[in-house]
Structure formats: structure tokens, C-alpha cells
């Protein structure tokens, strides 16, 4: 991503989106985050602006898209998306709003146990969603919803998702690298800096891979 570009964060006081916030703005970027809480976004930083909303309200997309480079998606509502699509609906609103205001660059987030559109799980990953990670069911349908419909009906445009696989807050563990085979087990740290990498890899759009740590962190 080119220097000081405005980048839309949507989960921004999420626990990926707090570290993608901070690694935005140390890198020189503008960071425009939606919060439904704009106290959770922690204290105001040179770059940072924050506007209260929930996706879930009437927002006013095309004002908060002026200006914007790229939107990053870092949402998740596990509660609400056991009964409820929210990703998806709020999805489908803010793509046209993309296309109205000619904002082109979208990296979606989603998780490992996620299947990509139109793709079944790995036998292993399917067998830990329905086991220990039961609980995130509706929250992996919702962003299984979100692709089908980014590579359905959104192909012009150039999004990106990252199937992460995530367990711990913890230091970083090296340096994550787009994947179809086995994912990695990143830290939230680690996957928000792979995603602001994610928005300079041309290679990546179109595509909802899942990352791995590099073997030579120097390579
Ligand atoms: N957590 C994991 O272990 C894990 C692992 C792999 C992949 N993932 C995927 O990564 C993505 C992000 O996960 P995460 O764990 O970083 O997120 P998280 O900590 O659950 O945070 C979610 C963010 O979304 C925001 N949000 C939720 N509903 C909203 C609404 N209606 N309007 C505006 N903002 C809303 C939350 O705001 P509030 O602060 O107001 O709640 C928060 O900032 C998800 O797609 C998830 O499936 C997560």
C-alpha cells in the first residue's frame, strides 16, 4: 500500500483490529475506524479517526468511504451471528457503496474454519469446527456467506480474504505467508500485520487463502 493512505477499519477495537490499528498508523497511514463504542478504540493518535456507528445501523457508507484508500473487515459478533448474518447484510450495503464512491481495495478477515466459496473443509478442519469450536458456527457460516457473495457478485472488485487461524494475544511467532495447505496458528498481532501486508499483494486478490508461518523468516 502506498505511504499515508486512508484505510477504513471495521473492527478496529477487536482483538485483531487493535493491533491492525496501531502497525496502520506506526507505518504512516490515516486510520478512519467505525465503533459502536469509540471509547474502546483507545486514546486519539496522530491519524487516527473514529466515527460511532454499529454496521448494523443506517449508516451513512458513502460518507464514511470519502477519502478511503482501502476498507479493512475485522468484524465479528459471535452472539449475534449464531441467529443473524450481520456480516453478510452489512457486506452487501457497503459493496455498492464501494463501487458508488470508486473505493476498489477490500481485505475481509474471516477464520481458518471458514470454507472458501464453493470449497469444502479439509476433513481435519472440519472435524475441529464441529468439536471444540462448535460455538463459532454461525460466526464461520457468516463469513462463509460474506465470500460466496464477494466471488459471486463482487469480482470488480479487488478484495481479499484471510481465512486466519488464530490462538493466542502472545508475542509474535514470526512472519505469516499466504497458504492452501496446512494453516498456521497465528497471534492477533501476527495476522494484523499480514493483513496490512495483504493490501500490497497483488497476488491476493481474489483469493481466501489461509496463512502459515514462513520457515526462513529472512526469506
Ligand atoms: N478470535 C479468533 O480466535 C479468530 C480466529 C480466526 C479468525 N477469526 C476471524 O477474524 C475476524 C475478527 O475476529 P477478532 O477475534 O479479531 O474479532 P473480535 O475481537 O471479536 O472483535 C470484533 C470487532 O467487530 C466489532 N463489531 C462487532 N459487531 C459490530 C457492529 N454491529 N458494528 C460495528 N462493529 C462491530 C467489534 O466491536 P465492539 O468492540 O463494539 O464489540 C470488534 O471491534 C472474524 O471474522 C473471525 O471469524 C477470529
Known amino acids: ?6 484505510v477504513l477499519v471495521l473492527g478496529a477495537t477487536g ?5 491492525l490499528t496501531s502497525l496502520a498508523l ?3 497511514h490515516r486510520v478512519r475506524a467505525l465503533a459502536r463504542t469509540p471509547a474502546k478504540a483507545g486514546p486519539s493518535r496522530p491519524g487516527l479517526e473514529v466515527r460511532r456507528g454499529s454496521i448494523t445501523d443506517e449508516l451513512d457508507l458513502d460518507g464514511l468511504l470519502d477519502g478511503v484508500d482501502a476498507v479493512v473487515s475485522l468484524l465479528g459478533d459471535v452472539q449475534a451471528q449464531r441467529t443473524r448474518q450481520v456480516n453478510t447484510g452489512f457486506v452487501r450495503r457497503l459493496v455498492p457503496a464501494m463501487r458508488r464512491t470508486g473505493v476498489r481495495r477490500f481485505l475481509y478477515q474471516a477464520g481458518a474454519l471458514s470454507a472458501p466459496p464453493h470449497q469444502r473443509l479439509s476433513p481435519v478442519l472440519w472435524a475441529i469446527r464441529n468439536t471444540v469450536a462448535r460455538s463459532y458456527d454461525g460466526q464461520h457460516r457468516d463469513n462463509e456467506a460474506v465470500m460466496r457473495y464477494l466471488a459471486d457478485e463482487a469480482m470488480d472488485l479487488e478484495w481479499t480474504v484471510h481465512r486466519a487461524g488464530i490462538g493466542s494475544d502472545g508475542p509474535s511467532k514470526g512472519v505469516l505467508e499466504r497458504t492452501q495447505g496446512t494453516p498456521g496458528i497465528g497471534t492477533f498481532g501476527d495476522c494484523a500485520a499480514y493483513d496490512l ?3 500490497d499483494d497483488a497476488d491476493a486478490v481474489h483469493t481466501c487463502d489461509l496463512s502459515a508461518y514462513r520457515k526462513n523468516p529472512l526469506g
Not at 1 to 6: A, I, K, N, V, Y
Not at 15 to 19: A, D, K, L, N, V
Open 197 to 199: 501486508r495483504l493490501l
Open 15 to 19: 482483538q485483531t483490529g487493535r493491533h
Open 26 to 28: 506506526e507505518a504512516g
Open 1 to 6: 500500500m502506498p505511504q499515508q493512505r486512508t
